[in-house]
């Protein structure tokens, strides 16, 4: 079945250290975005890729980086830049207006 | 600057007690509206898309209408398993063929059996 994977489900990161979330999709879909939700607060835009190799800087970009380098891989690195990264990070496809995105199953970041 | 707000925060229902959750937005040029259902620890789940004024969707208990202003997710009779967070989200012409979503804080929906 098609859908997009996000790993893992829950990581854990110390002070000042870098990591990485994954997220796969198999939709063939073109545009890519990564998303931050926190308690009581809706999604906000962290990055977006609409083809390979590029990509835009959404609302709260500052702390992240990302890479397209094929079109069904956009992974997210949170830097120690980031000083409040403890958050629930969602990635999310779509190919076109119709139907929106198809989200992923979402990544817990908790700051240890 | 562009606003989603969706309203009430929370709502707690009776297993068949019909209400609906609202979504006002402030933008300029709509494209659509979009609205998903969350579970707790899950990504969102996609709902309906509504694109103009006077289009309604309806998928089971749920029926989404928008006007100019707002749209409504109208819940008739409703489940424990409809329990959930709702969000809404709206596109716009401006976002061209990026297709940002910008999204409400979402309605937390509880149905007590």
């Known amino acids: 079945d098609g859908g997009i994977t996000q790993s893992p489900k829950y990581l854990f990161r110390k002070e000042g250290q870098n990591v990485t979330l994954s997220c796969e999709q198999n939709l063939n879909h073109d545009a890519m975005y990564w998303y931050r939700q926190d308690p009581g607060q809706g999604l906000r835009l962290i990055y977006y890729?609409?083809?390979?190799?590029?990509?835009q800087k959404g609302d709260i970009a500052e702390g992240y980086s990302v890479s397209r380098e094929k079109k069904e891989s956009f992974p997210l690195t949170v830097t120690s830049a980031q000083k409040n990264p403890t958050a629930f990070y969602l990635c999310?496809?779509?190919?076109?207006?119709?139907?929106?995105?198809?989200f992923g199953s979402g990544t817990r970041l908790t700051v240890v | 600057e562009d606003q989603v707000t969706q309203s009430p925060e929370a709502l707690r229902l009776q297993e068949g007690e019909s209400s609906s959750l609202n979504c006002s937005y402030t933008v300029s040029g709509l494209r659509g509206l979009f609205w998903y259902r969350q579970d707790p620890g899950k990504g969102p789940e996609f709902l309906f898309t509504l694109y103009s004024a006077g289009e309604e969707k309806e998928k089971e208990r749920l029926k989404a209408t928008l006007t100019k202003k707002e749209s409504f997710l109208h819940i008739t009779a409703p489940k424990p398993e409809d329990s959930a967070t709702y969000l809404c989200?709206?596109?716009?012409?401006?976002?061209?063929?990026?297709?940002?979503?910008?999204f409400g804080s979402g309605t937390q929906l509880t149905v007590l059996p």
């Open positions: 890729s609409q083809i390979v190799n590029d990509f």
């Open positions: 989200a709206v596109q716009l012409f401006s976002s061209g063929s990026a297709r940002q979503l910008t």
């Open positions: 999310a496809s779509s190919s076109g207006t119709v139907y929106g995105y198809t």
